[in-house]
């Protein structure tokens, strides 16, 4: 069932649809779709060039604003952001942004589009940690100031988690290759299975440090530590990724978790042709993290999931729950536990303070964080590249730019 896996989820605009899909826009004055992205993309520019079938303006559009613009136009929860903005949602829909994005992007390329032009050296060079989605922004925004950048990687491939915790279904292997290819191209070296130990030892050399570790490590709750049959989210899709999803995986699973991790867990498990897949989760409906394009996309392959639930003891394979907010419990057996409660970050190895939010508190000198670890904004690739995009100024503006 690995096939199922491999094939993206959803189809690509073809050029009827998706000119189709920009005419319906308003073409907005102030546009608010362009105003709630957090990557500052700008759809309202790419959409009324699409709409005029300026697909090679869109292109620049995106690509400027955006240096991970075909990643973005496939995981990012656009209707949390663009799309909730769209003035088209009092007539009828919103315009499918995303879509769009991607049908540019593709564009872009087919043609092999060469947009992104690179200053003259100044002379600094600059040591980015991590090569998930905000190493390498930041690495290709330094790149394009000029700036002599080395991205240092401590697994065998770049792109972090986008790599390897992201499911194809969503996110192809070979639409990060070509994304960390233009970054490359701009002069960016990235050195993978390198794993940094020393950070001052880094601040010496170079002139200045960006840590973009991530949140690579995935929680465990108490009572599920060392229990064999026990995964947790993180493992299981850099697991799942890594063997193109040829993996064995019983009949029977329970996922614990409502976010946009656990539904791309619930979701892979599916396609991967799990027969029973039940997720529970602590919050109720109303309250659910995941996005709604996930959580339809979960219940349209037939996940079970019940809401409102807390794990409050496991014995042998069967987990017991209580509600919150009704006074009952359910039992759950599965051969296989997987569990999507959180994910933490690294960044402590290092000798810096993380908060609660496994966010690093401080940093001084010329260490700058980016990303998951940088303070303020969500988890999700779209905050990456827009953390990238400040972070970017403060380490021009430190280096002394203008």
Same mark, same amino acid.
């Given at each position: /069932? ?10 690509? @605009? ?22 709630? =992205? ?42 949390? @952001? ?24 593709? @564009? ?6 060469? $947009? ?12 980015? &940690? ?7 922004? $930041? ?7 000029? =700036? ?5 990687? !401590? ?28 970054? %490359?191209?701009?002069? &960016?070296?990235?050195? #993978? ?9 880094? %601040? ?12 690579? !490590?995935?929680? /465990? ?45 619930? #979701? #892979? ?29 979960? %219940? ?42 959180? %994910? ?29 670890? @940088? ?28």
């Amino acid at each position: /069932m690995s096939e199922k896996y491999l094939k993206e989820y959803e189809a690509g @605009y073809t050029p009827k649809l998706v000119m189709e899909e920009a005419s319906r826009c308003l073409l907005c004055h102030d546009a608010p779709c362009s105003k709630a =992205c957090p990557a500052g993309t700008d759809p309202a520019k790419f959409i009324r060039s699409v709409r005029f079938k300026n697909f090679k303006g869109a292109a620049e559009t995106v690509r400027i604003n955006n240096i991970l613009g075909a990643i973005c136009a496939r995981v990012c929860p656009t209707e949390r @952001y663009c799309q909730l903005g769209c003035s088209r949602s009092g007539i009828d829909k919103p315009i499918d942004i995303g879509r769009i994005q991607r049908y540019v992007t593709d @564009y872009e390329d087919c043609l092999k589009m060469d $947009i992104l032009e690179k200053k003259a050296s100044n002379g600094k060079k600059v040591a980015v &940690v991590g090569s998930g989605p905000a190493g390498l922004s $930041i690495a290709g925004l330094l790149a394009l100031e000029g =700036c002599s950048v080395v991205v240092f990687e !401590k697994d065998a491939k770049a792109g972090g988690y986008m790599r390897y915790g992201m499911p194809e279904y969503r996110l192809p292997s070979s639409v990060v290759d070509k994304e960390i290819k233009r970054i %490359q191209k701009l002069g &960016v070296e990235i050195r #993978t299975s390198t794993k940094v130990e020393d950070l001052k030892k880094l %601040q010496k050399e170079y002139d200045a440090v960006v840590l973009a570790v991530g949140h690579s !490590k995935g929680k /465990m709750l108490p009572m599920f530590e060392g229990h064999r049959f026990v995964k947790t989210a993180v493992d299981f899709l850099h697991d799942c990724k890594k063997k193109k999803g040829n993996i064995k995986v019983p009949d029977n699973v329970l996922v614990i978790g409502g976010g946009d991790v656990a539904m791309d867990v619930v #979701t #892979t498990l599916k396609l991967l042709g799990v027969k029973q897949v039940t997720d529970v989760v602590y919050e109720t409906f109303e309250e659910f993290r995941a996005s709604k394009k996930e959580l339809m996309g979960a %219940q349209e392959q037939g996940v079970s999931i019940m809401d409102g639930f807390v794990p409050v003891s496991l014995k042998g394979k069967t987990v017991r729950f209580t509600h919150r907010f009704v006074p009952s419990e359910v039992k759950v057996k599965a051969d296989l536990i997987i569990l999507a409660v959180g %994910q933490a970050t690294e960044a402590g190895a290092f000798g810096l303070e993380v908060n609660k939010l496994q966010e690093v508190e401080k940093v001084e000198g010329n260490l700058f964080t980016c990303g998951d670890i @940088y303070k303020g904004g969500e988890k999700t690739v779209v905050y990456a590249v827009r953390s990238a995009k400040e972070v970017a100024y403060k380490v021009k503006k430190y280096l002394g730019g203008k």
